[in-house]
Each structure stands twice: as structure tokens, then as C-alpha cells.
């Protein structure tokens, strides 16, 4: 199969409520679409690049940059025989995960429009539905993350991860443990915390969350091991793991038990190992086409709609 034709489009949508992490405080989602399209099929994918490189360094400039000029001409080369071939094909190309990521999840769509399945079917997947958590950044007050909790989980969410940053993080899990005394809640620290920080995961473990993810530095793996043979809550890692090799290393050396890890993030490696995989939302676009790969050459323009966020990094 060739690809004829790949769209991309670039929305801007502010949030009903600001996103507020360790790391940054967002009021606006800025995300690359892409729309692939052969033989009268389309697929659609979506980066999760972010506005700012402060959980990541690919922004959603640089994933339209490297899209542009030097995954999209690679693609528009090859036959591809299946969607596992992008990843063949992108290979060469180092980092930019994000990036690849956003054209792969649009061809893996594209082969599943064109094998008339669902996506997760071609990925291995035999539900038609899963259980699904939502992300709650940090709020004004305990008391007002107690409430967002309590609509969360009336509004179905069957678990909660909770942002926390230094000096918020014990309250934190203390109020939710004590006011949700049966619920499943794990913490994400966003690299916000180093190992002289050991005293308050000590302070945390009673509350016995889930899990608690990547507390330390974005680019530690070591650290982590360290801190995990002091405390009982389970380490996840995100920002650490960036291919199946660090996973690997991180499981070796103790650094972490679960994992969290998105498809946009790890990807092209990441469907065929069946992981996890996160399809966000695709927005409905009107005439805000960033550019045009293919029969039509490039138009500029920007749109913004309204949105919600309910899946953080
Ligand atoms: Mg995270």
C-alpha cells in the first residue's frame, strides 16, 4: 500500500479547566493531527506532543518539523505491507517519538479501515470495552480535589491518578485515602522529587496507593531502584522509559514494578508488543489545515475549539 495522501492539522483548544502538574500549569491543549489516506481509505492519528517541552522534548512544532521534513517524504516512498512497516521504515530516524508516533497510529487506523476491523482487533485486543481511570491535575484546595475526585468517579472512572507536587504530596494522599477508603488512586510526581525526598514516600506508603509514578529525575533510572528498596509503594516509570531496551534495564536493577507507558510516547516499537495504547480523542476539525503532504502543496491556518482533558502524561 501507498500512502496517496497525509493531512495535518494543528488545533488549539483551551481546556474548560486548567491542567496543573509539577511541571507545568496548561489552559490550552495545542495538538497535530494527522489524516492519512490510500485506496479510498482513511485513518486518522493524533500527537501528543505538548505545547512546552517540560515533559518531554518534542513540542508540538518539532513533531510537525520532523513530519515534514523527514518522516512523511520516508513514507511517501515505501510500500508498505502492513502497518509494522513504518516502524521498518522509520528506523533510521532517531528520536522524535512523538512524531512517528502520530503518522504510525494513523496508518495502524488506515489498515484497520481497510481490513474492516476495529483497531484492536488488528492489535491483538479481544474486549470491546476496558475499565478506564482518569488523570486529575493538582487543584486550588484539598477540599475542591476531594470533589473533582467524587465527580470522577460518579461519572464512571473506576480509578483516579492524582498530580502531586512537593509540599502537596502527603495531604494529598491522606485526604484521598481517608475519604475514599476503598478507592484504587495512584500519585504521579512528574519528576518532581529526588532521593533526599525518601522521608515523605515513607509518609505516603500507609495510604497505600496503586503505585506511585515517576517521582524522580525524567533521565533516572538508578535513583529509582534505590528509592524502591525503601518504600513499599510500587514505582512506575514514565518519563524514564522511552523503548522496551530501557524498560528491560529499569525491571533488572528494581527501578520499577508496573509501568506506564503510552503508544504516542514509545511508539513505533509499541504496538507490536501489544502494550497499552492510548487513542485520544479526535477532534473534529473545520478549515484550520496546517499543511498538505501529496496532490495539494500547503495551507496555513489555525482553529480553536472547546475542550476537556481527562488522560494526563
Ligand atoms: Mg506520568
Redesign the pocket.
Known sequence: MKLERVELFVVRLPLKNAYETSGARETHMTRVLCRVESEGAVGWGESVAGELPW?SGETWGTVLYALEKFILPELFKADLASADDVDRKLAWIREHRMAKATVEMAVWDLFAKRANKPLSALLGGTRDRILCGV?IGIQPSIEALMETIRRELQGGYQRV?LKIKPGLEVEIAEATRKNFPTLAFML?A?SAYTLKDVGLFKRIDPTKPTMI??PLAHDDLVDHATLQRQIATPICL??SIHTSEDARKAIEIGATRPR?QRAPRVAPELPRAGRRVRVGPLLRHRDHRRAVHGAEGRNDAGAEKTGNRSH??
Open positions: 515533559y488523570a491518578k504521579d512528574n509514578e515517576q514514565d518519563e506506564a494526563g502524561p
